[in-house]
C-alpha cells in the first residue's frame, strides 16, 4: 500500500529558496554587520600583548570569584595554550562565544521574565523550546550556510539558536519559583510592578539565571568545532583539520585548549557563594 508523503522537507526547501530570492540584500547586510563586529571585537583582543590579555584575564577572573586558586589556574592554562601556538584560535573562539552568549542574554532573559508572567505564553513557546534544544547542531547550518554563505555568521546564528533556550528556561524557573510571600510582602510595602521585578523577583531569581547563563556559555563553546565546518575561525578548525587527516597530536592540543577555556569560563561565571559570616 503507497502513502503519500507529506513534502515537509521540500516545504521547507522551498521557503529558503524564497527567502534567498527575496531576501538577499537583507541576509547580506546582516552578514556584514554580525562579520565586521565580530571581527573587530577579536582584533581589539589580539591587538594586546598576549602576555597583559592574560593578566588582563586573571585581574577579571580574581574580581570576579575571589579565590586565588582559580585565578592562578586561569594564568596557567592560558599560558600553556600561549605555549602550544593556539593563542590565536582561542582568541577567535572566545570571542565568538562571548558574543553569542551576549546576544543570547539579550533576548532570553527578557522572554523568560514574559513568559514568567504569561503562562500561555510559555506554553505555547514550550514546543519551540524543545525543537531548538533536540534538532542536530548539524541541521541548523543547512539554511544558515544557504542564507548567510561561508564564514563566521552561519555560526553564529546556529550557536545563538542552539544556545538561547537554556537561559529563557531557567529565567522563566527562577522568576517563576519566587514565593507568593515575598510578592506579596513587596505589594504590602507599595513597590510597582517595576519595583517587584527588579527588588524582589530578580535577586531571588539570580542564582537560576545565572546558571542559564553558565549554561548558554557551555552550550555555544560546544559549537565551535560544527560552526569550523561552516568556515568559522578558533579552534574548531585545528579539530576539523586533524579529523581530516587522523592527525592525533592536533587534535589532542586543540580539544585540550577547547576543555581549558570551556573550565575556564564555567568557573569565572558562576555565581560566586558568599563565605559563611557574611564575607564576601
Known sequence: MDIKKIPLGDVTADF????TLHGTDVFDTIA??????????????LWFHPLALIALFAIIAH?????????????????LILNLGYWQETIETLAQVLFATLVCVVIGVPLGI????????????QPVL????????????????????????????STVVFAIA???????????????????AGKAFGCSRRQLLTRV???????????????????????VVVAALVGADGLGKPVVRALNTADIAVGF??????????????????????????AA
Open 16 to 19: 529558503v529558496d524564497w527567502l
Open 32 to 45: 556584514d554587520v554580525l562579520e565586521t563586529t565580530i571581527h573587530a571585537a577579536t582584533n581589539s583582543l
Open 63 to 79: 574580581t570576579i570569584q575571589r579565590k586565588w586558586s582559580l585565578t592562578i589556574f586561569c594564568v596557567l592554562s592560558f599560558l
Open 114 to 125: 514574559f513568559a514568567a508572567h504569561k503562562p500561555r505564553f510559555y506554553t505555547a513557546m
Open 130 to 157: 524543545d525543537l531548538m534544544q533536540t534538532v542536530p547542531t548539524f541541521v541548523y547550518l543547512i539554511p544558515t550556510l544557504t542564507l548567510f554563505g561561508l564564514g563566521v555568521v552561519p555560526g553564529l546564528i
Open 166 to 184: 537554556a537561559p529563557i528556561r531557567l529565567t522563566y524557573l527562577g522568576i517563576h519559583d519566587v514565593p507568593a510571600e515575598l510578592l506579596d
Open 201 to 223: 523577583e530578580l535577586p531571588y531569581a539570580m542564582p537560576s539565571i545565572s546558571a542559564g547563563i553558565t549554561q548558554c556559555i557551555m552550550l555555544s563553546l560546544s559549537m
Open 253 to 278: 592540543e586543540a580539544g585540550l585548549a577547547i576543555v581549558l577555556l570551556a573550565i575556564m569560563l564555567d568557573r569565572v561565571c558562576k555565581q560566586r557563594t558568599p563565605l559563611k559570616g557574611g
